[in-house]
């Protein structure tokens, strides 16, 4: 079973610029998540994809935003890169049943914003 | 809405010391309750999820932690530390019927040997 994987590890940007970011999914999972974890916080909710429609939003401007493709593979982009964007961003997935699911999550991706 | 408050950013413990770390939940309704740990550089894992059978849930490695709704708490213990449990640990709460679940600060475990 391959578990979350993300890409890239590292990545470095300038204010102003545009990056995506890539998450595959654990086999047979159907639901991402994508979180920003900041130094020394929590993981804060950006947005969840669900057989491949938006599901749940977090507080983040619309310059943040995402796709999930028929396999189920992500991508997170933001537009407009701010200092504050600076941070480790985990993409989590997971297979809905019942009323809650478990979520696993990909190594994450640090960017920073120069 | 729901939400977690993790008591202490840090705690410090000795090689084969009670770990205690504490996390007090919000929620108008009994909530999905979990614990996840995150070692540096990598995603996390999770450890344990209470979703309403029994109050005393057991998780990996050895932790355990107990859903108590008179004190909207959900402490997680493990009785003897190693040194690889030094990592950070977050708690995290999601509402019935909702898939997303809002973590808290984080709590830095340190083992001393």
């Known amino acids: 079973e391959t578990g979350v994987t993300q890409s890239p590890t590292h990545l470095i940007k300038t204010r102003g610029q545009q990056v995506t970011l890539r998450c595959s999914s654990q086999?047979?999972?159907?639901?991402v998540s994508w979180y920003q974890q900041a130094l020394g916080q929590g993981p804060q909710f950006i947005f969840q994809?669900?057989?491949?429609?938006?599901?749940g939003r977090g507080n983040f401007p619309p310059r943040f935003s995402g796709l999930q493709f028929p396999n189920y593979s992500s991508e997170l982009n933001v537009n407009a890169l701010e200092l504050d964007d600076s941070a480790l961003y985990l993409c989590?997935?997971?297979?809905?049943?019942?009323?809650?699911?478990?979520?696993?999550f990909g190594p994450g991706t640090r960017l920073t914003v120069t | 809405a729901q939400s977690v408050t993790q008591l202490g950013s840090h705690v410090s413990v000795s090689e084969g010391a009670l770990v205690l770390l504490r996390c007090n939940y919000s929620?108008?309704?009994?909530?999905?309750l979990f614990w996840y740990v995150q070692y540096p550089n990598q995603g996390l894992q999770l450890l344990l999820k209470?979703?309403?059978?029994?109050?005393l849930v057991k998780g990996i490695n050895g932790f355990e932690a107990e859903f108590k709704k008179s004190e909207t708490s959900f402490h997680l213990t493990k009785p003897s530390a190693h040194m690889s449990d030094a990592a950070e640990y977050f708690c995290?709460?999601?509402?019935?019927?909702?898939?997303?679940?809002?973590f808290g600060r984080g709590t830095s475990l340190i083992v001393h040997p």
């Open positions: 086999s047979g999972h159907n639901t």
């Open positions: 929620s108008s309704v009994p909530p999905y």
């Open positions: 989590a997935s997971s297979y809905r049943t019942g009323e809650t699911s478990e979520q696993y």
């Open positions: 994809y669900y057989r491949e429609e938006e599901n």
């Open positions: 995290a709460v999601s509402a019935r019927g909702s898939y997303i679940p809002t």
């Open positions: 209470y979703t309403s059978a029994a109050t």
